[in-house]
């Protein structure tokens, strides 16, 4: 039986819906197929599953679970929805898609891209075990990179055109990933902020990595999008130092260090940082935050300027070049995957 006013043969999977913005409603259940675990953190799972469709069709995909502890905290379960909710239509090259929410028995899921690669983390260990240095250039570029992901989250509007005022406040090595290809991307908006979507407690709790954290993020205070950029700051130091300064022994210290150790002149600490690219780091790192980056946009300019302004730069074909060859020839989306690092803290009167 032909549908009335469409060109299509209506089956009993595909029926008309009651609403007037669309079309039909295709009635269907998506099967996933899990195949080995990626990483794990304190609060969730990131498994490797294939997607099964119809005359054996076959998409990987990353399946992010929650642990059983967390689902049954009510607080938690929202934002793990939230989250699903707010990225469902971040559709960027440097931001790890979002496909799916689902829930089966119980229990809540994400269906994420799957990347063939490793985080900064990963990619950081394998340069120093290979007793490797990476390049300024390679480490502006993947810098520039995520930053190209924040500004286009920082700008996102609703449906309706209201700005998501998104903050990821979670930008670190963890939550970067660097795929063979040469792709970079933003992952894990699990602890972002936007109206509208997360229930947050600002003021009362703070949750992330507390070395790349802001100093206002760290000191219980509001955050907008010029956290992110320092945490980007941050970023770009390690990857240029091969080393954290704000990392300490303890969570206490870290902390300590982001909110009251004088800013370095990076010049003293590498031969390869030169003026400009210190300026760039003091910038993105000055606890004032009208002293910092404002917007996501100018820091971008700044970066691509570094590496763009004489001609010929890199590009992700010269990332995938190193990286394929720092770890060599294969597939290596089994790469050891290593614990999260954030957390959660309670303001104390």
């Known amino acids: ?46 498994y490797e599953a294939e997607q099964k469709g119809t005359e054996g069709f076959v998409k990987r995909v990353a399946i992010k679970v929650i ?31 979002t496909y799916h929410l689902g829930e089966a028995r119980g229990v809540y899921f994400i269906a994420m ?27 502006v570029f993947i810098t520039s990179r995520i930053v190209r992901g924040l500004a286009y989250a920082h700008t996102k509007h609703d449906s309706k055109g209201r700005p998501l005022g998104l903050v990821h406040r979670d930008v670190s090595f963890k939550n970067v990933m660097v795929a063979f290809e040469g792709d970079v991307k933003l992952t894990d ?3 972002a902020k936007a109206k509208g979507f997360l229930t947050d407690q600002e003021g009362e709790v703070v ?12 000191d219980f205070r509001v955050t907008d999008e010029r956290s992110d950029l320092f ?10 130092l091969g080393r954290n300064v704000f990392k300490g022994v303890t969570t206490d210290e870290s902390i300590n260090r982001v909110l009251e150790m004088p800013i370095p002149d ?16 003091q910038k993105a790192l000055a606890r004032d935050v009208e002293r910092r980056y ?42 050891d995957a290593t614990r999260g690092g954030t957390v959660a803290m309670e303001c104390k009167p």
Do not use: C
Not at 307 to 319: A, V
């Open 1 to 46: 039986m032909e549908g009335p006013n469409v060109g299509l043969t209506w089956s009993p999977f595909l029926t008309p819906s009651l609403d007037v913005s669309s079309l039909f409603v295709i009635d269907s259940s998506t099967h996933y197929e899990v195949v080995r675990k990626i990483t794990e953190g304190g609060m969730g799972i990131v």
């Open 67 to 97: 642990r059983q502890r967390f689902a049954e905290q009510r607080l938690f379960l929202q934002n793990f929805i939230g989250e699903a909710k707010l990225v469902a239509d971040l559709i960027h090259t440097n931001i790890v898609q």
């Open 113 to 139: 891209e799957l990347i063939n690669g490793v985080n900064l983390e990963q990619f950081a260990n394998q340069l120093m075990t290979k007793g490797r240095l990476l390049s300024a250039e390679l480490a």
């Open 189 to 191: 908006f699990g602890i």
């Open 207 to 218: 949750a992330g990595k507390p070395d790349y954290m802001s100093p206002e993020q760290a």
């Open 231 to 240: 945490s980007v700051g941050v970023v770009l130091a390690h990857l240029l």
């Open 266 to 281: 990076f010049r003293t600490l590498h031969s390869k940082i030169d003026d400009r690219l210190n300026g760039i780091l």
């Open 294 to 335: 404002q917007k996501a946009g100018k820091l971008l300019y700044d970066l691509e300027h570094y590496i763009y302004h004489g001609g010929y730069g890199p590009t992700n074909e010269t990332l995938g070049a190193f990286i394929r060859e720092l770890f060599g020839q294969g597939d290596f989306s089994q790469s």
